[in-house]
């Protein structure tokens, strides 16, 4: 597959992820863990998409941080609302299975998804295009 094809993949997950998060809790059902985690999931497919659109291979991981350390290391400027996407990590792992951890409120979530929102948009910018399912 293409870099360009990959890349483009990866952001149509990370929109997927991201529409799903902005759907929101449309019933008392859903749980904001798993609205965090569609959060991260964005922030993380849409961070893999631009590196697969510059050429350059990751490891698998759910690390936000990570993925910002090797998007910084290709000279690429991070904004600041970009940087603070890495407390997305938690909601990888920590907050998606049932364990010792206080469970993600309605608050939390709405700042995950704004995180998640601008970091989508940012990589959007980037790869120069919109919505994967308008094309």
């Given amino acids: 597959m293409k870099n360009s094809d ?15 998060a902005k759907a929101g809790r ?20 849409s961070l893999k998409a631009l590196l697969a659109h510059r050429g350059t ?14 998007v910084k290391s290709k000279d690429i400027t991070i904004p600041a609302v ?3 996407s890495s407390v997305l990590t938690e909601y990888a792992v920590e907050t998606r299975y049932p364990g010792d951890y206080e469970p993600v409120k309605r608050g939390e979530y709405l700042k995950a998804l704004k995180l998640a929102v601008a970091i989508v948009g940012w990589v959007e910018k980037k790869m120069q295009t919109t919505d994967i399912f308008e094309k």
């Fill in 6 to 20: 990959l890349a483009k993949e990866w952001l149509k997950r990370a929109q997927s992820n991201l529409a799903k």
């Fill in 26 to 45: 449309s019933s008392r059902a859903i749980l904001y863990e798993d609205l965090a985690y569609d959060c991260q999931q964005a922030a993380e497919k």
């Fill in 57 to 70: 291979e990751f490891p698998k991981t759910h690390s936000i941080n990570l993925l910002l350390d090797i």
């Fill in 82 to 84: 970009i940087r603070q």
